[in-house]
């Protein structure tokens, strides 16, 4: 579609490579080594094999989809004046709906792993945004798994998007009190 407003202001962040791309590249090499060391309960177990091998596809299915999404060429994150759209999760939020933007991290010490940041955007009906989800393996996972997080179901995760994380915070902010209908 194209928007004929020539005052639309435009926004895109890039996925970094780093993260998606190590952990499909690890994950295999992981498995062959498993399936060679271990290849004599394999061989008179066959489920053993499949069991494994569908736990390491789920636990890929993340880092996989990001790749391929890095690879066709979209953006991480889009910014327009009227919403933001985030390619991992696959949400369009627009400006109007949003209550707040703030930043948050994972709250993890540098002991047990670095710390994650993520932009947490509050809407004021997420229920809207979840009924919007069209694949419903998808909507259901997200309907259960929307408390679990102190964050809420709508983030931006920066480990994700190529760039320093506190301009990209600081331009999300930007667009949202700029746009936010006030």
């Known amino acids: 579609m194209f928007d004929l407003n020539l005052n ?27 399936v060679r060391y271990i290849s004599s309960s394999i061989q008179y177990h066959e489920w053993l094999n499949l069991i494994f091998l569908g736990g390491m596809l789920l636990f890929l299915w993340g880092p996989l989809r990001v790749t391929v999404l890095m690879l066709m060429l979209r953006p991480a994150v889009k910014l327009t004046d009227k919403y933001i759209s985030i390619t991992d999760t ?8 949003v209550k707040d933007v703030f930043m948050a991290d994972s709250g993890e010490t540098a002991v047990r792993g670095p710390q994650r940041y993520y932009v947490v955007i509050s809407v004021r009906d997420p229920e809207k945004y979840l009924k919007a989800i069209k694949n419903p393996l998808t909507r259901y996972y997200r309907w259960v798994t929307r408390n679990w997080r102190e964050t809420g179901a709508f983030e931006v995760d920066l480990s994700l998007v190529r760039g320093d994380e ?11 009190q700029n746009n936010r209908g006030f």
Do not use: Q
Request: a negative charge.
């Open 90 to 97: 696959g949400y369009l939020i627009y400006w109007t709906d």
């Open 8 to 34: 639309t202001m435009e926004e895109r962040f890039e996925f970094s490579p780093m993260k998606p791309i190590l952990l499909v590249i690890a994950a295999p090499a992981f498995y062959v080594v498993f």
């Open 166 to 176: 506190d301009e990209i915070f600081h331009t999300i902010l930007k667009y949202y």
